[in-house]
């Protein structure tokens, strides 16, 4: 199938706009690449500390440059569901790694916040740096140039962007993502979902709520909902980062352990000691970006997104914009109806024909770039469209399925569940802000009601547990940016706000802050730039301001007259508060050095503005 003119036009002016940082990137990697790893050229002082734990055998093989030495980089610990079982994986990884005549040392360990455990708390506000604070942490990893490739383990939210990052910042090496899968299903997604209401409303007690927590998040592996954990292994699988069909295998399972054997062996195949040398800053391109944009929008994926991957390209010299979001998106069928964009969870849709089906309708529509590399090999993104499996003990990858096994939640091109991907830019007097659609009903996608102003979400919720909010309205939560306070996602206020629109009113939300990858049936208008801190409109807000968010033609106004507008000053207020405690005094140059949303919301000066 011929490539879909909307994704052709796009990725052209992609790679127009960043012919100059692209080719300077190129041309850095490959200058590295040509240098080496420096253990053969390591000082014998140097070089014994970097084998000094090792076995004679590894040891021996390190002393040499002609046997491959593979980086582990983990966000392993046990506090995350979702990375408890990568405790295992080093083992494997060693034991196959010596299989194959190489080495492998865990070079760092990278740390991983749970937004889970922070949503509505203080520690939220640390959510996105810590983003960069893993794409530095691996760096530092890395610096001991001791490498030929390297194996990344890591699968919530700021963490695997984090992990691309500094992988692109590495891009010379060879680089495989290996996840560690969502754990199996527990309650159901929208039972949750309903009991949290309830104990926003007063009418369950906490006891109730947190059986029905434990009863969701139950076990080892990643949470089931599509939030942005699971979006991100889609990404990494699309974007050719992952072994085919890796993404959404159970943990602890045989075959995901066989996976991570697999994904050791070809990082030493695809190494420059191998005989197909694919270095990661060739795997990800301008057509591996535009690939991740469209699965991004034919999933449904988290908003999150809209900052981690402008950021994840602009490490490898690429300039991605909202607008390239919002015009991919204009074309790009939403084929998935996974919770919170429908009650199915990951296990559901990987059940249901998972990343395999997904890719092969894709790219028969000729929305997804074929002819891209990926550490798969030859072949390009088609390779894709197997998924593995272990016959009488041994991996193997069978051709997918052709056909959904369950319609309702993975859709046929032929009767997708919407004509576009769900994600869309909003643009007018209040700056820009991105909307997730997929899981707003039609009818919610305009609202146009008086705005009630808060500086902070728990304003909101005691505003609400007042009785104060059983109105249409517009919450502006604002001073909620990356200069602000970090940036913190505010899904805490779902539950809330959903409970007074199963009552009638329209309501709807405006924030410079984040909603969580979870982010589901409130029209939310998110990531608005320029922020209050900066002096953004959203600071010109009062109460009583009629907004109108219209998510069907992508604009968002405050309805004041003009004149009036023009003259109003911008408020402004102490946030001494939110930056001290948890350590977050340890993030004032975070804070100060921030760019805006649009532009990933990035403290890595190296990146520059988009």
Known sequence: MALHERVAEVTERIARRSRDDRRRYLDHIHAAAGRGPQRG???????????????????????????ANIAIVSAYNDMLSAHQPLERFPGLIKAAAQAAGAVAQFAGGVPA???????????????????????????????HDMFDGALYLGICDKIVPGLVIAALSFGHLPAIFVPGGPMPSGLANDEKS????????????????????????????????????????????????????????????????????????????????????????????ERAVVNGVVGLHATGGSTNHTLHLVVMARAAGIRLTWDDFADLSDVVPLLCRIYPSGKADVNHFHAAGGMSLLIREL???????????????????????????????????????????????????????SANGGLKLLDGNLGRAVIKTSAVKPERLVTEAPAIVFDDQDELQAAFKRGELARDFVAVIRFQGPKANGMPELHKLTPILGSLMDKGFKVA?????????????????????????????????????????????????????????????????????????????????????VGPADTGATVLGFLGAA
């Open 41 to 67: 050229k390591l000082s014998c002082g140097n070089l014994a500390h970097a084998f000094a734990a090792c076995g004679q055998g590894d040891k021996a093989a390190l002393t040499g440059d002609v046997r």
């Open 113 to 143: 916040m749970c937004d889970g455990v922070t949503q509505g708390q203080r520690g939220m506000e640390l959510s996105l740096f810590s983003r960069d604070v893993v794409a530095m942490a691996t760096a530092v990893a890395l610096s």
């Open 194 to 285: 309903r009991i949290r209401q309830l104990f926003a409303e007063g009418k369950c007690g906490r006891t109730e709520l947190l059986a029905a927590e434990a009863a969701s998040y139950h076990g080892p592996g990643t949470c089931t909902f599509y939030g942005t954990a699971n979006t991100n292994q889609m990404l990494m699988e699309i974007m050719g980062l992952h072994l085919p069909g890796a993404s959404f295998v159970n943990p602890n399972t045989p075959l995901r352990d066989a996976l991570t054997v697999a994904a050791t062996r070809r990082v030493i195949e695809i190494t420059a000691l191998g005989n197909e040398y694919t270095p990661a800053g060739e795997v990800i391109d």
């Open 363 to 417: 790219l028969h529509a000729g929305l997804l770039h074929p002819d891209v590399r990926t550490v798969a090999g030859e072949g390009g993104l088609a390779r894709y469209r197997a998924e593995p499996a272990l016959v009488d003990g041994t991996l193997v990858w069978r051709d997918g399925p052709r056909q959904s096994h369950d319609a309702g939640v993975l859709a046929p091109l032929s009767k997708p569940f």
């Open 509 to 593: 939300l405006l924030t410079d802050g984040r909603m969580s990858g979870a982010s589901g049936k409130v029209p939310a208008a998110i990531h608005l730039t320029p922020e209050a801190a900066d002096g953004g409109p959203i600071a010109k807000l009062r109460d009583g301001d009629v907004i109108r968010l219209d998510a069907a033609t992508g604009r968002l106004d405050a309805l004041v007259d003009t004149v009036e507008w023009s003259a109003r000053p911008t408020a402004a207020i102490d946030l001494a508060s939110h930056h001290v405690g948890l350590g977050r005094e340890l993030f004032a140059g975070f804070r100060a050095a």
